[in-house]
């Protein structure tokens, strides 16, 4: 079956701080990937989608590539801010595999401090 | 064009009584998702509805936990005899299709407080 594996958090940054948050995937087609952000009381907003393999996604200053050789998506920023403060989830969304059903990751919480 | 909206945001239901719990999707969309979230943990996703139709329950609890998404009107998720264990925040999503790469659009969730 389908799986996405995030890396634990919380990661705790600095302001201005460069960010990774790592996600591995295993799926039985050929899956499109997503990065959601959800803020503290929120729904799930989509940050940004990658549809095959070496596209890059891109949106507010994240940035994740989709590498279909090591089947990662990792989503990167080059300077966080305190607003980017939230959850993170990774997601992979195969109909090829036979389900409609979206596959998420467990979620990584980022903390930026002043 | 409003997104998809749930209500109430906030349920607050003793133990034995039942919660519903609406969800209008997005303007055309016929594709809503339930999910629930615990604290400190990921999406659990719970059932998969067209309209008129359950496309995929398999998340669901085989007891207390029902779903529709009617011709007219909202998706309901129906939770009977609450426990406290149900406790958790419901999130809806909607997507126009099912094509592997369409994201889907939450909103904003239910929290359930069971006392």
């Known amino acids: 079956g389908n799986s996405v594996t995030q890396m634990e958090g919380p990661v705790t940054l600095s302001e201005e701080a460069f960010l990774t948050i790592n996600c591995t995937y295993t799926?039985?087609?050929?899956?499109?990937l997503f990065w959601y952000v959800q803020y503290p009381g929120e729904g799930l907003q989509l940050l940004l989608k990658?549809?095959?393999?070496?596209d890059k996604g891109s949106n507010k200053g994240f940035e994740a590539t989709y590498r279909k050789e090591t089947t990662s998506f990792h989503l990167e920023k080059g300077s966080v801010q305190v607003s980017d403060s939230a959850v993170y989830f990774c997601?992979?969304?195969?109909?090829?595999?036979?389900?409609?059903?979206?596959?998420f990751g467990r979620g990584t919480s980022l903390i930026v401090h002043p | 064009n409003a997104g998809v909206m749930q209500n109430p945001r906030h349920l607050v239901r003793r133990r034995g009584q039942e919660a519903r719990l609406r969800c209008s999707p997005m303007?055309?969309?016929?594709?809503v998702y339930w999910y629930r979230q615990l604290p400190e943990e990921g999406l659990k996703f719970m059932v998969y509805?067209?309209?008129?139709?359950?496309?995929?329950e398999s998340g669901m609890p085989k007891e207390r936990f029902s779903a529709e998404f009617p011709k007219e009107g909202p998706s309901i998720l129906r939770i009977q005899q609450v426990v406290r264990g149900d406790s958790a925040a419901y999130f809806c999503?909607?997507?126009?299709?099912?094509?592997?790469?369409?994201?889907?659009?939450f909103g904003p969730g239910t929290r359930l407080t069971v006392t």
């Open positions: 509805l067209q309209k008129e139709n359950i496309i995929d």
């Open positions: 997601a992979l969304s195969d109909q090829g595999g036979g389900s409609y059903i979206p596959t």
């Open positions: 303007k055309g969309h016929s594709h």
């Open positions: 999503a909607s997507s126009p299709g099912t094509s592997g790469n369409v994201e889907q659009y």
């Open positions: 990658a549809t095959k393999a070496d």
């Open positions: 799926a039985t087609g050929y899956p499109s």
